[in-house]
């Protein structure tokens, strides 16, 4: 089956750009989502379609696909950014749903 | 954007069967457009996805939880449930029930979740 690979943590200062990455096989051929989930809340949706950003998402939130990496970038990142990131495919395998094991953010 | 609510037991007995139910709120449970799913998160990890329903009744399972599996859905009470079978305590975890986008692949709306715990 299709397997999402992330680095468990990233660190970043206030003010700067975060980047968290998911790797896969030939990921550019599928949709990537990224949902951020902080502590004792459900996942919310953050990019949807490798990039796209739903309401009442910040704009600061951005996200890319290409070759076997995928990634979320977050710019001028605030304390409330640290939370969990996970992505997410849908693979045409016996099981389709794949989430990546996610990245914890840390805002120094 | 719709409101998914979890309910059922947050203590279950180990061999005995888990039962959780989402309630939707705010929009219909009978559209072909969603499909309904439940994710389970153990305690400190990831998420793993367990299942999803259509409002037809059909359903696609994880394969590695599939043989333990029942998702079913009730369109006139805008509801969908989830039954896991012969629990144990590997299967202690917070269940979010998800409303999943059928056209574009992702979960758009969640429940907040519920913890349920399988001990003696």
């Known amino acids: 089956s299709y397997v999402l690979t992330q680095p468990p943590s990233v660190s970043v200062a206030p003010g700067k750009t975060a980047s968290i990455t998911c790797g896969g096989n030939n990921i550019a051929s599928k949709s990537v989502h990224w949902y951020q989930q902080k502590p004792g809340q459900a996942p919310v949706l953050a990019i949807y379609n490798d990039g796209d950003r739903p309401s009442g998402i910040p704009e600061r939130f951005s996200g890319s696909n290409s070759g076997n990496t995928a990634t979320l970038t977050i710019s001028r990142v605030e304390a409330g950014d640290e939370a969990d990131y996970y992505c997410?495919?849908?693979?045409?395998?016996?099981?389709?749903?794949?989430f990546g094991g996610g990245t914890k953010l840390t805002v120094l | 954007q719709v409101q998914l609510q979890e309910s059922g037991p947050g203590l279950v007995k180990p061999s005995q069967t888990l039962s959780l139910t989402c309630t939707v709120s705010?929009?219909?449970?009978?559209?072909?457009?969603?499909?309904w799913s439940w994710i389970r998160q153990h305690p400190g990890k990831g998420l793993e996805w367990i299942g999803f329903?259509?409002?037809?009744?059909?359903?696609y399972y994880n394969p590695s939880l599939k043989s333990r599996v029942t998702i079913s859905i009730d369109t006139s009470k805008n509801q969908f449930s989830l039954k896991l079978s012969s629990v144990t305590a590997a299967d202690t975890a917070v269940y979010y029930c998800?409303?999943?986008?059928?056209?574009?692949?992702?979960?758009?709306?969640w429940g907040q979740g519920t913890l349920v715990t399988v001990s003696s």
């Open positions: 705010g929009g219909s449970i009978n559209s072909g457009d969603y499909y």
């Open positions: 997410h495919v849908w693979d045409s395998s016996r099981n389709p749903v794949v």
């Open positions: 998800a409303r999943w986008d059928g056209d574009a692949y992702f979960f758009d709306d």
């Open positions: 329903v259509y409002y037809s009744g059909s359903t």
